[in-house]
């Protein structure tokens, strides 16, 4: 009697957490229920405890072969999330191998019912249930999410101010006409256009658009050999020619920027190329520099936005007991499986999110431990 009391008293707790569970702070949390999802692209989502009021949103989105809870553990955008009081939606691909939609012409396309519409509609769902600030929605991303984040500011230039790709490629370049496809000539670093060609195809995938578009920071590595380094200038190519800039003609080009291996391209407000020499596939996601480039923290570049100055406390009546803050450990989702490591036969082991495997890859293919060389697809295999 007493049991059953106690027994349905906590069912009724419980299904009031589970209910309550899209508000819970500071916690990877996924959202059932945001709108259309014709694609059944997942969404996760981090509410730091202390959110700005009006808080400005980063969508951050996975490389091959990652989840969003791959992608909350190994970027900083969660820690910092902390500490400015933005909202960070991390969506997940629904597709084997997960990689993204990046190649269907639905992908490709504004409203077209892929990916990239789900990823939109995660956004129109977060700035609805958080008072979010929609003039201060970013978009970021590693590898297919460098891609997918070009196609999000050619999609959806309405939604987003500011992007950040890494090793990612040109919005089109990875078209092959079926979901999810790989473009190994795009990959490889063969498809070549000019400026206005690329800058076409951008603009094609939201017809008739005349407004705002999002000021583009593209970050690649001169040693990658996952998504070859000439994909760096096509991407540059496309933004200047959709910004009205000339490819071959940055206003200021600064070497040693942000750090001795990088050199800065700088055509104008709205696009920056971040060059890496001997960077390779396994580039660094550098967080301050992109919150810099949204305009969150104070930085150089011409923003309307100023940085967050009051934060508000998470509602008392919360029913999340989390009040630690969740620290960028990056766990590692393996299950301990090192026996590799120990041979090095080679003599040579591969770190975390490094490249081990794929069509015409010649280097590490033994992952530094903890990690394991996980098959993402033929041209791809990376350390996680
Ligand atoms: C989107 O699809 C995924 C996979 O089917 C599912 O887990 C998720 O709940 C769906 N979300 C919405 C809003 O329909
Ligand atoms: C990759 O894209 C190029 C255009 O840039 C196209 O010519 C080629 O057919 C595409 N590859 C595949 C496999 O569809
Ligand atoms: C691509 O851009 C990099 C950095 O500006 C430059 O070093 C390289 O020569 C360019 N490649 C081509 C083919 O123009």
Sequence with gaps: MRLSALTSGLLALASFSRAAEIIKRAALTQVSSF???????????????MLAANPPIIVAIHYCSGTASAYYSGSPYARLADQHGFIVIYPES??????????????????????????????????AQYKADSSRVFVTGLSSGGMMTNVLAATYPNMFAAASAYAGVAAGCFYTGTTAGWNSSCSGG????????????????YPGYTGPR?????????????IYPQNFNETLKQ??????YTYGSPQQTIAGSPSA??????????LVGVYGTGVTHNIPING????????????????????????????????SSTTTLVTSTKVSTTSAAASTTSAAAG??????????????????????????????????????
Excluded at 239 to 244: E, H, I, K, T
């Design 239 to 244: 933004w200047a020619g959709v910004f009205g």
């Design 347 to 384: 003599g040579c082991t591969a770190a975390q999110w490094a490249q081990c495997g794929g069509s015409g890859f010649t280097g590490c293919t033994t992952c530094k431990s903890p990690y394991t060389c996980k098959f993402s697809n033929n041209w791809y295999s990376q350390c996680l």
């Design 288 to 319: 301050d520099q992109d919150l810099a480039w949204f305009g969150i923290t104070g930085s150089t570049t011409t923003s309307s936005s100023s940085a967050v100055a009051t934060l508000t406390p998470k509602p008392t009546s919360s029913t």
């Design 35 to 49: 709108g259309a999802n014709t694609s059944g692209t997942k969404m996760y989502i981090y509410v730091p405890d």
């Design 94 to 127: 629904p597709y084997s191998g997960t990689c993204w939609d990046v190649s269907s012409t639905a992908a490709l396309t504004h409203d077209g019912g892929a990916d990239s519409n789900s990823i939109a509609n995660m956004v129109t769902w977060t700035i």
């Design 261 to 270: 291996e990088y050199t800065k391209y700088v055509y104008g407000p709205n």
């Design 214 to 226: 999002p000021r583009m920071l593209i970050n690649h590595g001169s040693a990658d050999t996952t």
């Design 190 to 205: 063969t498809s070549i256009h000019s400026q206005t060609e690329w800058a076409n195809t951008a603009l094609n995938m």
